[in-house]
């Protein structure tokens, strides 16, 4: 997928978040979210101390990666190198790999829940149902998918974001649970909730899913 100028939105992706340095995971941390901490608990309640978890699109690892790592054995993907030079020096237990989530090569089954907060919505729409499908494949049985999606179709729209070109891409609501249910998992919740981004309300959709037993 290529921008009408020619750019690949991952591209422009990993710039916005690698110029945009500290500001987003301070921004993150200090931001009432009350979904974040509950889908974070979510994770910590369901799954034994030290169960493999995947944090796709984990930033500078602030402060989602941090609480995770603190009961779980973490890998934090990004694509954005600077972000994940901060991830490592603010979550030393946790290990990094910088790729896109999209290419990312997990062996079957390795892990027991994966968490994607606020990323996938940088994915070109139309990769992210074989994204899904790919995290479906990686979950163990009964594995647990928590995610973050948009609510609103958006084929792809560049925007200002931390005064940096930044990509987003989504379905509406309904489409993301059929293609959750079309990838293999099964909806345990999906609620929408409103976080606060620079004095107005943004809508996600975010999603508790299960993979089969
Ligand atoms: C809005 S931040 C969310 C960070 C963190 N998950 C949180 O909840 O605060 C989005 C992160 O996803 C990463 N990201 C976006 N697209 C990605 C992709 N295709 N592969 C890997 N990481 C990606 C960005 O670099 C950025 O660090």
Redesign the pocket.
């Known amino acids: 997928m290529r921008l009408p100028h020619g750019e690949d939105p ?1 591209d422009v ?2 710039r916005g ?1 690698d110029r945009m340095g500290a500001t ?2 301070s921004w ?1 941390q200090e931001s009432h979210d009350p979904a ?1 901490e509950e889908h974070t608990a979510l994770l910590l309640d369901a799954l034994p101390p030290g169960s493999p978890v995947l ?6 690892g ?4 941090r609480t995770l790592a603190e009961h779980l054995d973490v890998l934090g ?4 190198f600077e ?1 994940l030079v901060r991830a490592r020096r603010n979550v030393p237990r946790a290990a990094f790999v910088q ?4 290419e990312l090569n997990l062996a079957p089954g390795s892990v027991a829940a994966v968490a ?4 996938i ?3 070109p729409r139309e990769e992210q149902a074989a994204l899904l499908g790919r995290i479906r494949c990686w979950l163990q049985p009964d594995g647990l998918l928590v995610v ?1 999606l948009g609510v609103g179709a958006d084929p792809g729209t560049v925007d200002a974001f931390f005064d940096q070109p930044m990509y987003w891409s989504s379905y509406d609501a309904e489409a993301y649970l059929r293609t959750v249910a079309e990838a293999g998992l099964e909806v345990q919740s999906a609620v929408h909730r409103q976080v606060d981004e620079f004095g107005s309300p943004v809508t996600f959709l975010w999603v508790l899913a299960r993979a089969p037993a």
């Open positions: 991952r992706v990993a978040y987003y995971a993150a974040r944090d796709l699109g984990c930033g500078a602030l402060p989602t990666t993907v990004d694509i954005s972000q790729a896109d989530m999209a994607a907060f606020y990323s919505i940088h994915v973050t």
